[in-house]
């Protein structure tokens, strides 16, 4: 496991990294079955008539990849207690087969709570980019983050 | 097939609704060991002893199924055009396995592209219920939906 990072350990400006996934084809046509089954997302020829030009991954899928790449990537996996929003999520450029995508999450904002002493908002914007460093997609996530021990006092 | 829905045929203030679906226990630990694979989504125990209390959809897949459940209902399947922003989305109580979900869709604004005139915008308030009616994922959705061949002149 990685060292647990919490709310104290975040500071205003940060840019925290995470590794890189490449989306297949397989997985991309299996979740857009299941989840969002959309002609662009889920058949190869109606795909390429459309004016995407191919498949491409359905917006949803390249959301939760981002999530899972940014949250196991950096320490959150213990202290990270869930987030109630998304605010301003922009999906701006198609993501493909053999697309490689990694996250850059900016700390934009950190207050503790009043109420608990055991966590602290955290405000963070989530950038996804391509294997060229294209924003393929944006969002702003107000984070709850659990604070150390000793500060719990 | 359905009939198609097209721009002018959504009024604002209008509500779309939709089928009904059960979330079961294996497809919520399915989605959440491959795209969130947090505690409380993975696993049963640790699930019970987390403050849900037991094993909650991943936030990503109710988002999910309540674009499917949305998209696939009213007729949209030919004139949605793609959405390129999600606007405040709030998860606003947890989704459990045996829950069965529900969405409706209100028109909130509408208005024509002026520079394609084979589509519209159209604002669209996604409130997704459980079998007890309570609110459980509410979002802001504009997207893109085709106009009627007749419009395009």
Not at 30 to 41: K, L, V
Not at 83 to 104: M, N, S, Y
Request: charge should be negative.
């Amino acid at each position: 496991m990685q060292e647990a990072v919490h709310f104290e350990d975040l500071e205003i400006g940060q840019v925290l990294g995470s590794q890189r996934k490449t989306m297949t084809e397989a997985e991309i046509i299996e979740f857009a079955w299941q989840y969002d089954p959309q002609p662009f997302h889920i058949s190869v020829p109606d795909a390429e008539e459309s004016h995407f030009g191919g498949v491409i991954s359905s917006g949803f899928q390249t959301l939760a990849v981002s999530f899972r790449l940014a949250w196991q990537a950096n320490g959150l996996q213990a202290t990270n207690l869930g987030a109630g929003t998304i605010e301003q999520l922009h999906w701006l450029k198609p993501v493909r087969p053999g697309d490689t995508l990694r996250v850059e999450m900016e700390v934009l904002e950190k207050r503790e709570s009043r109420s608990k002493p055991d966590r602290g908002f955290v405000r963070f914007k989530y950038t996804t980019y391509n294997q060229d460093d294209e924003a393929v997609m944006t969002m702003e996530c107000p984070q709850i983050v659990g604070r150390k021990e000793a500060a719990r006092g």
